[in-house]
C-alpha cells in the first residue's frame, strides 16, 4: 500500500474533525447564516493568503499560476458547493439536505469512473449504499417533504463537490491551497449582499475570526491535500464522518441528545466507512 494512500486517509479524517466542529460553534453566535459564511470567508481567504506570502515569500502571484486550471476551478466548484449548502439549509430541512448531500460518493464514484478512468470495487458501492442508509436513518425523524428548491440545492451541491473532488484527484502534486482562496472569495461575492458587515457583536466577530483563521482553513487545507491523494468515491465517502461528528460534537457540548434512530444511522454509516476504509488498507486498491 503506497504510503500516499494512507496519508489521503489520514488527511479527509482530520479535515472532518475540524470540519465537522462548525455546527457546534455556529451555536454560540447571534448572526444569521449569510453573515457567518461572509465573514468565516474573509478570514479564511486572507489567512490562506498570509500563508501562500510566507511559504512562496511574497509570490503569490506565482502560487496561484503554480495551480493553474486545476486550483481555479476547484476552488470555484467548493466555493458555489458552501454556498449552495447554505442555500439549502435556508430553503428545506437540516435532514433533507444532509441527506441528499449524502449522494455525492455515488457522484464522485461515477465521475472518477468516467474521467479518471478509476474502477471502484463491489465493497466500496456496498459501503456508499450503507453510508447513505446510515444517514436516512440518522435524521429519519426530522425528514419531510421540504421545499423543492431546497432539496434541488443540496443535490446541485452534492454533484458540485463531487467534480471538485475529481479535479482534485486529477491535478497530480501541485500546492492546491490557492483554491482555498479562490473558494473563500466566491462564498464572499455571493454572501455580500446578505451579510451584516457593521453590527456583528464583537464577541461574535472574535469566533467567527477563530472560525475562519483555525477550523474552515484548517478543514479544506486538510481536505485538498487529501483528495489528491485517494480515488474520488473513497474521498467522498470517508468526508461523510463528518455527518457524524457534528452531532457528537453538539451532544457533549450542550447536550443536545440524538435521538434512537440517530445513533442507530450513525453507528450504520460508520460501520459502513470504517469497514471501507479497513479494507482499502489490506490492498493496494483496484480502484486507486
Known amino acids: 500500500m503506497p504510503n500516499t ?48 506570502a510566507v511559504t512562496k515569500r511574497g509570490r503569490i502571484d506565482a502560487a496561484f499560476r503554480e495551480a493553474g486550471r486545476a486550483g481555479l476551478f476547484t476552488g470555484i466548484l467548493l466555493g458555489f458547493a458552501l454556498v449552495l449548502y447554505v442555500f439549502s439549509i435556508s430553503r428545506t430541512t437540516v435532514a433533507n439536505t444532509l441527506v441528499l448531500i449524502a449522494l455525492a460518493p455515488l457522484f464522485a464514484a461515477l465521475l472518477g469512473m468516467a474521467f479518471l478512468k478509476e474502477r471502484v ?20 425523524e426530522r425528514m419531510d417533504g421540504g421545499e423543492l428548491l431546497g432539496n434541488i440545492f443540496a443535490i446541485v451541491a452534492a454533484v ?25 472569495l466566491v462564498s464572499m461575492a455571493v454572501t455580500l449582499p446578505y451579510a451584516d458587515l457593521s453590527t456583528v457583536p464583537v464577541r ?64 450504520i454509516l460508520f460501520a459502513a466507512v470504517f469497514a471501507n476504509t479497513a479494507l482499502s488498507l489490506r490492498r493496494r486498491p483496484s480502484f486507486g
Do not use: K
Request: glycine share 10%; net charge negative.
Open 121 to 140: 470495487r463491489p465493497a466500496a458501492w456496498g459501503a456508499m449504499v450503507a453510508a447513505a442508509v446510515g444517514i436516512a436513518l440518522m435524521f429519519l
Open 160 to 184: 458540485v463537490y463531487a467534480i471538485s473532488i475529481v479535479i482534485m484527484r486529477g491535478s497530480g502534486g501541485v500546492n492546491l491551497i490557492p483554491a482555498v482562496c479562490v473558494a473563500g
Open 5 to 52: 494512500h494512507l496519508s489521503g486517509i489520514v488527511l479527509i479524517v482530520s479535515s472532518t474533525i475540524f470540519l465537522s466542529l462548525a455546527g457546534v460553534i455556529i451555536r454560540a453566535l447571534s448572526v444569521d447564516e449569510w453573515t457567518i459564511v461572509f465573514w468565516r470567508s474573509l478570514f479564511m481567504t486572507v489567512t490562506m493568503l498570509a500563508v501562500l
Open 204 to 267: 461574535d466577530m472574535i469566533i467567527l475570526a477563530a472560525m475562519g483563521i483555525g477550523q474552515i482553513s484548517l478543514g479544506l487545507v486538510l481536505f485538498v491535500f487529501g483528495a489528491q491523494r485517494l480515488p474520488p468515491a473513497e474521498t467522498a465517502l470517508i468526508a461523510l464522518v463528518e455527518t457524524i461528528l457534528a452531532p457528537l460534537w453538539v451532544w457533549l457540548a450542550i447536550n443536545e441528545v440524538p435521538s434512537d434512530w440517530a445513533l442507530i444511522g450513525g453507528g
